[in-house]
Nanobody, 118 residues
C-alpha cells in the first residue's frame, strides 16, 4: 500500500509563490506517473501538472509558464513550484500516483489548501 503526504500549502497574495511537496511511502515499486490535481469549490478536479518516470510532463494550459513540476526518485517525491499565483489558482491540491500524465491513478493524497487572496 502506498501512502501520500502533501505539504506546503497556505495563503499567499496574488503574484506570490508557493512550493508543494508530496512524499510517497510504502510499496512505491516502480510508480510511473505522479501528479498534482486541484479542485476549486464548485468545480471538477483537474490536472495541474503531472510527470512520468521518464520526465515527460503535462501541464494545464492555465498554469503553463507559472507552475514547475519536478521529481526526486531517491525521495519518492514530487514538487510543484507555483509562481505568479492568481486568485483563480485557489483550490485544494491533491497528489496522485498510479495513472498516466493525462489521467489520474487510484491513489490520492489527503489534499492541501492553496488560497490566493489579497
Amino acid at each position: 500500500q502506498v501512502h501520500l503526504v502533501e505539504s506546503g500549502g497556505g495563503l499567499v497574495q496574488p503574484g506570490g509563490s508557493l512550493r508543494l511537496s508530496c512524499v510517497a511511502s510504502g510499496n512505491v515499486g516502480n510508480i510511473d506517473a505522479m501528479g498534482w490535481y486541484r479542485q476549486a469549490p464548485g468545480r471538477q478536479r483537474e490536472v495541474a501538472a503531472a510527470i512520468s518516470r521518464d520526465g515527460t510532463q503535462n501541464h494545464a494550459g492555465t498554469v503553463k509558464g507559472r507552475f514547475i513540476i519536478s521529481r526526486d526518485f531517491a525521495k519518492n517525491s514530487i514538487y510543484l513550484q507555483m509562481n505568479n499565483l492568481k486568485p483563480e489558482d485557489t483550490a485544494v491540491y491533491y497528489c496522485n500516483v498510479g495513472g498516466s500524465i493525462f489521467h489520474p491513478g487510484p491513489l490520492w493524497g489527503q489534499g492541501i489548501q492553496v488560497t490566493v487572496s489579497s
